[in-house]
């Protein structure tokens, strides 16, 4: 069974940083491409970061230089480094993976974990 | 950046009913859309990928359809649990992904 439990949030001051986890079971991360999609209390879904299988990452260009996306192969999970956090940066964070479902069908977010709440507040 | 625009935001409903929603891309995206369904305090979850593929154990009420620009997400005979808030995605732009804003399915 595919299962993906995020970890790591908390309340963190503005121009904090925080690691954001991500622990996946029942598939291998480092085989798929994994992303990273936040929502701001009451309102919609954001997509944040990618990594391909190769290890490219693509980010939304609000994150771009603040926040870095990896992964783990040995513990097969994935993070979100956050650096330099904003008061627009409090949001539940949620990993997923991305399937590819070929030429007519393109990606999509097949598995999602549960989410975990940064607050970036003083 | 390719928008998304879904129609209407929220809709009211009763059980048994029939409710269509919409998504409109800013550009053409073929078929490569997906649409998720969001319950209060609970992950998103895939519904239907390519437009008008049904995920596998989702039930045969939800249905999608659509290319281009235009897309609908159909819920037959609403059931209690259908009441959430729905989204779609396009990925024509990977690995730029983008939401559409959400469309919340009340009961009435």
Redesign the interface.
């Known amino acids: 069974e595919v299962q993906l439990v995020e970890s790591g949030g908390g309340l963190i001051q503005p121009g904090g940083s925080l690691r954001l986890s991500c622990a996946a079971s029942g598939f291998i991360v480092r085989n798929d491409y994994m992303?990273w999609?936040r929502q701001a209390p009451g309102k919609?879904?954001?997509?944040v970061s990618?990594i391909?299988v190769a290890g490219s990452t693509?980010y939304?260009d609000s994150v771009k230089g603040r926040f870095t996306i990896s992964r783990d192969n040995s513990k097969n999970t994935l993070y979100l480094q956050m650096n330099s956090l904003r008061a627009e940066d409090t949001a539940i964070y949620?990993c997923a993976r991305v399937?590819y479902?070929g030429v007519?069908?393109?990606?999509?977010?097949?598995y999602?974990?549960?989410?975990t709440l940064v607050t970036v507040s003083s | 950046d390719i928008q998304m625009t879904q129609s209407p935001s929220s809709v009211s409903a009763s059980v048994g009913d029939t409710v269509t929603i919409t998504c409109r891309a800013s550009q053409g995206?073929?078929?490569?859309?997906?649409w998720?369904q969001?319950r209060p305090g609970?992950?998103?979850?895939?519904l239907i990928?390519?437009a008008s593929?049904l995920?596998s154990g989702v039930p045969s009420r939800f249905s999608g359809g659509g290319s281009g620009t235009d897309f609908t997400l159909t819920i037959s005979s609403l059931q209690p649990e259908d009441f959430a808030t729905y989204?779609c995605?396009?990925?024509?732009s990977?690995?730029?992904?983008?939401?559409?804003?959400?469309t919340r399915v009340e009961i009435k």
């Open positions: 992303t999609v919609g879904l954001e997509w990618v391909y693509y939304v949620y399937t479902g007519t069908r393109g990606y999509y977010f097949d999602w974990g549960q989410g | 995206i073929t078929t490569w859309l997906a998720y969001q609970r992950a998103p979850k895939l990928y390519a593929s995920q989204y995605q396009q990925s024509d990977f690995p730029s992904l983008t939401f559409g804003g959400g």
